[in-house]
T-cell receptor, first 111, second 123 residues
Framework: QSVLTQPPSVSGAPGQRVTISCTGSSSNIGAGYDVHWYQRLPGTAPKLLIYRNSNRPSGVPDRFSGSKSGTSASLAITGLQAEDEADYYC???????????FGSGTEVTVL | QVQLQESSPGLVKPSQTLSLTCTVSGGSIISTNYYWSWIRQPAGKGLEWIGHIYTSGNTNYNPSLKSRVTISVDTSKNQFSLKLSSATAADAAVYYCARGAPNWGRGYYFDSWGQGALVTVSS
């Protein structure tokens, strides 16, 4: 059971916008800890997609954006492309567990 | 561009110690302030942070695994290692090594990952 809750899957047609939610609690996201997002393409290592809630590393397309509010965070993908089919994970820190924690993961399918 | 690569025996017997090594290339493991980390993912389950060793040599482990985990560094080989004692079937997973980049004094995020190494626990 992951500490951060994500929908198991989301899907959209090419060009559409999809969002992935990451719901936490008062001991992690709600406590002010930042949320980071990772993309794992099939058969590859996870890749940092968004750090510190809304920042994109160099090389990440601006189609990807992140936000955080209260005890939740979201990742949005606009202009969905076939190459975006992957698993996406959020990550934060939990003060009650004294551990870095991840979301349950969301599989994005491009229809 | 730093790269990380895990190596492991692949198969560990129950009750034995699970050992993995991560080789870092493209940068020195001690040259900058990073948190060299281990993360695992059992089949069908989520990602679990195991722990890290900081550039200074300080370690921090997930409390749920702390009694069985040791992370160490070999600066001469630019490697860091994970040992997990008393392995059980529950420890079977894909194990990733990753680099934790400091987040303005509020923990860190993982900016580079290895490809992952599958470890099976079976007699």
């Amino acid at each position: 059971q992951s500490v951060l809750t994500q929908p198991p899957s989301v899907s959209g047609a090419p060009g559409q916008r999809v969002t992935i939610s990451c719901t936490g609690s008062s001991s992690n996201i709600g406590a002010g800890y930042d949320v980071h997002w990772y993309q794992r393409l099939p058969g590859t290592a996870p890749k940092l997609l968004i750090y510190r809630n809304s920042n994109r590393p160099s090389g990440v397309p601006d189609r990807f954006s992140g936000s955080k509010s209260g005890t939740s965070a979201s990742l949005a993908i606009t202009g969905l492309q076939a190459e975006d089919e992957a698993d996406y994970y959020c990550q934060s820190y939990d003060s009650s567990l004294s551990a870095y924690v991840f979301g349950s993961g969301t599989e994005v399918t491009v229809l | 561009q730093v790269q990380l690569q895990e190596s492991s025996p692949g198969l560990v017997k129950p009750s034995q110690t699970l050992s993995l090594t991560c080789t870092v290339s493209g940068g020195s493991i001690i040259s900058t302030n990073y948190y060299w980390s281990w993360i695992r993912q059992p089949a069908g389950k989520g990602l679990e942070w195991i722990g890290h060793i900081y550039t200074s040599g300080n370690t921090n482990y997930n409390p749920s695994l702390k009694s069985r985990v040791t992370i160490s560094v070999d600066t001469s080989k630019n490697q860091f290692s994970l040992k997990l004692s008393s392995a059980t079937a529950a420890d079977a997973a894909v194990y990733y090594c990753a680099r934790g980049a400091p987040n303005w004094g509020r923990g860190y995020y993982f900016d580079s990952w290895g490809q992952g190494a599958l470890v099976t626990v079976s007699s």
